[in-house]
């Protein structure tokens, strides 16, 4: 079992910007790939940005990149997503998830990834 626990959401304007964080616990955290999700009211969930087991991997949805970062501490077993630029279309609440039995992934897909954090709420007012 990984436990997952995000944490950095808040309020803020359009243009500002904020760092999420996600600590991992229960497993050895450099042997999951690692991914940030969201989901906005009334839509599906949604890829955000993914990073490999090493780091040396990562990958992001269109309409972040540029804007955000993906990046991974294994030593601190963390998980970091810092935004910038930030846009009301990027309210949602933000999960990490983790991904193990693969040696390397920045996937996409939720339902490759076998733990989830409980979520962290980012509001952008314009």
């Known amino acids: 079992q990984v436990q997952l626990v995000e944490s950095g959401g808040g309020l803020v304007q359009a243009g500002g910007s904020l760092r999420l964080s996600c600590a991992a616990s229960?497993?050895?955290?450099?042997?999951?790939?690692m991914g940030w999700f969201r989901q906005a009211p009334g839509k599906e969930r949604e890829f955000v940005a993914a990073?490999?087991?090493?780091?040396?991997?990562?990958r992001y949805v269109d309409s972040v990149k540029g804007r955000f970062t993906i990046s991974r501490d294994n030593a601190k077993n963390m998980l970091y997503l810092q935004m910038n630029t930030l846009k009301p279309e990027d309210t949602a609440v933000y999960f990490c998830?983790?991904?193990?039995?693969?040696?390397?992934?920045?996937?996409?897909?939720?339902?490759?990834?076998?733990?989830w954090g409980q979520g962290t709420q980012v509001t952008v007012s314009s």
């Open positions: 229960g497993r050895t955290f450099s042997n999951y790939n």
């Open positions: 990073i490999s087991r090493t780091g040396i991997s990562t």
């Open positions: 998830a983790a991904r193990g039995g693969v040696f390397h992934s920045t996937s996409q897909i939720d339902s490759q990834y076998d733990y």
